[in-house]
């Protein structure tokens, strides 16, 4: 391990690595959420029909992340991360030029969903080997404000490209800031072969531990990605304008950045508790969703900054929590916990797809009630974790 300045300059390089890779491959869905209003116009669908496209991008991106954990394990995360980036510039590249109609968004957004996975679970690699302990926290925080950044990224190109100039140069340009990732992506040396049998054991015993954690993570995630997908369209049906909407999504993103920042250097200073914090953090950002049911532009633009501030700040802090407690083999235990943020993006704009299209006000406050549900389940899931003696034996290491 280096010390001093050589070990801050590899935290510095591994965290930015992770920032550029994450957002890369995260940004496609966040783009068709963005521009879903202009998309929609042209290819013929209601809300619905974009909770399915999100919904249908999730599942495949739940049923890749296993199989993306083990091969990040397996082939490292340089290699991982690169395929990760291409496949999400691929993706949009091929929305632009070949999206003319609904099937064919859908089925390009399914295949563009496992560089999301192999996206993710690389930096999360890249992190856990690459950065000190003492730093991992903040290092998870600056890696989870991709998200929040690829959102502002699709808010700011409505009123600066999609108005202007049509919706599919927006995705041609995004998709040509996201191979600027790729000589900034990991460069970890690619891990050695593990013997058969030689599996982490700590990640055996406490993978129903996981499990809970991910049904937790499913819930919060179903409802805070509603908050990158809908508002937009929400606010247009309320009268808002497109362009003041795609702003205060912008703002809600800054937002999101500084409180998964904020998360993770407070992670790093609290030891502890990381769960305890996520559990409390999803039941205040609840009362932000459920803002966003009351009509008025005051009521958006708080119900936006509580929501990403704090329903939508968590995912780093749960990544560095797992990664702790499994270190032999931090992607395939996070790839449990992110399977279930996929299931979440998934089912959650689904369902509030279907809602909404009855009546946004309602959406929002089934989203609120999903979060308090999240926020009861990873308190189980704490419990169950902190119960297995090899976590005990853990912590007292």
Same mark, same amino acid.
Request: hydrophobic share 55%; glycine share 14%; with cysteine.
């Given at each position: 391990?280096?010390?001093?300045?050589?070990?801050?300059?590899?935290?510095?390089?591994?965290? +930015?690595?992770?920032?550029?890779?994450?957002?890369?491959?995260?940004?496609?869905? +966040?783009?068709?959420?963005?521009?879903?209003?202009?998309?929609?116009?042209?290819?013929? +669908?209601?809300?619905?029909?974009?909770?399915?496209?999100?919904?249908?991008? +999730?599942?495949?991106?739940?049923?890749?992340?296993?199989? @993306?954990?083990?091969?990040?394990?397996?082939?490292?995360?340089?290699?991982?991360?690169?395929?990760?980036?291409?496949?999400?510039?691929?993706?949009?590249?091929?929305?632009?030029?070949? @999206?003319?109609?609904?099937?064919?968004?859908?089925?390009?957004? &399914?295949?563009?969903?496992?560089?999301?996975?192999?996206?993710?679970?690389?930096?999360?690699?890249?992190? !856990?080997?690459?950065?000190?302990?003492?730093?991992?926290?903040?290092?998870?925080?600056?890696?989870?404000?991709?998200?929040?950044?690829?959102?502002?990224? !699709?808010?700011?190109?409505?009123?600066?490209?999609?108005?202007?100039?049509?919706?599919?140069?927006?995705?041609?340009?995004?998709?040509?800031?996201?191979?600027?990732?790729?000589?900034?992506?990991?460069?970890?040396?690619?891990?050695?072969?593990?013997?058969?049998?030689?599996?982490?054991?700590?990640?055996?015993?406490?993978?129903?531990?996981?499990?809970?954690?991910?049904?937790?993570?499913?819930?919060?995630?179903?409802?805070?990605?509603?908050?990158?997908?809908?508002?937009?369209?929400?606010?247009?049906?309320?009268?808002?304008? @497109? $362009?003041?909407?795609?702003?205060?999504?912008?703002?809600?993103?800054?937002?999101?950045?500084?409180?998964?920042?904020?998360?993770?250097?407070?992670?790093?200073?609290?030891?502890?508790?990381?769960?305890?914090?996520?559990?409390?953090?999803?039941?205040? $950002?609840?009362?932000?969703?459920?803002?966003?049911?009351?009509? $008025? &532009?005051?009521?958006?633009?708080?119900?936006?900054?509580?929501?990403?501030?704090? $329903?939508?700040?968590?995912?780093?802090?749960?990544?560095?929590?797992?990664?702790?407690?499994?270190?032999?083999?931090?992607?395939?235990?996070?790839?449990?916990?992110?399977?279930?943020?996929?299931?979440?993006?998934?089912?959650?704009?689904?369902?509030?797809?279907?809602?909404?299209?009855?009546?946004?006000?309602?959406?929002?406050?089934?989203?609120?009630?999903?979060?308090?549900?999240?926020?009861?389940?990873?308190?189980?899931?704490?419990?169950?974790?902190?119960?297995?003696?090899?976590?005990?034996?853990?912590?007292?290491?």
């Amino acid at each position: 391990m280096v010390t001093g300045d050589a070990e801050r300059k590899a935290a510095v390089k591994a965290a +930015f690595g992770a920032v550029a890779t994450t957002t890369a491959s995260v940004i496609p869905v +966040f783009l068709v959420g963005g521009l879903a209003v202009q998309i929609s116009h042209e290819l013929g +669908f209601s809300p619905a029909g974009l909770g399915v496209v999100v919904a249908l991008y +999730f599942a495949a991106g739940a049923l890749c992340s296993i199989p @993306a954990g083990w091969l990040v394990e397996r082939y490292g995360d340089k290699l991982t991360s690169r395929a990760g980036v291409l496949l999400a510039a691929a993706s949009m590249l091929s929305i632009a030029g070949l @999206a003319r109609s609904y099937l064919s968004l859908l089925v390009i957004m &399914m295949v563009g969903a496992a560089g999301n996975s192999l996206g993710q679970l690389s930096s999360n690699l890249s992190l !856990a080997r690459q950065v000190p302990k003492h730093r991992q926290g903040l290092s998870f925080g600056v890696k989870q404000s991709a998200i929040p950044i690829a959102t502002l990224l !699709a808010g700011a190109t409505i009123p600066t490209i999609a108005l202007p100039v049509g919706w599919r140069w927006a995705f041609v340009v995004i998709a040509c800031l996201a191979l600027l990732a790729l000589p900034l992506a990991p460069r970890g040396p690619r891990p050695p072969v593990r013997p058969k049998g030689g599996s982490d054991p700590r990640t055996e015993r406490a993978t129903g531990a996981l499990v809970v954690l991910a049904l937790g993570a499913t819930l919060a995630a179903g409802s805070a990605s509603a908050l990158g997908i809908f508002l937009v369209s929400s606010a247009v049906a309320q009268g808002i304008g @497109a $362009g003041t909407a795609g702003l205060v999504l912008t703002a809600g993103s800054l937002v999101g950045v500084g409180a998964r920042l904020g998360g993770g250097w407070l992670a790093d200073r609290r030891g502890r508790q990381h769960i305890l914090v996520v559990a409390a953090t999803l039941a205040i $950002g609840a009362g932000g969703l459920a803002l966003l049911a009351l009509p $008025g &532009m005051w009521t958006l633009v708080i119900g936006t900054v509580v929501g990403f501030g704090l $329903g939508w700040s968590w995912p780093g802090v749960l990544n560095f929590a797992v990664v702790r407690l499994n270190p032999l083999a931090p992607a395939a235990a996070t790839s449990i916990t992110q399977a279930g943020v996929y299931c979440g993006g998934c089912l959650g704009p689904l369902v509030f797809g279907v809602v909404a299209a009855r009546s946004y006000p309602l959406a929002w406050l089934v989203g609120a009630g999903a979060m308090v549900g999240a926020a009861v389940t990873m308190l189980i899931g704490r419990r169950l974790l902190m119960a297995h003696p090899s976590v005990t034996r853990l912590r007292r290491s």
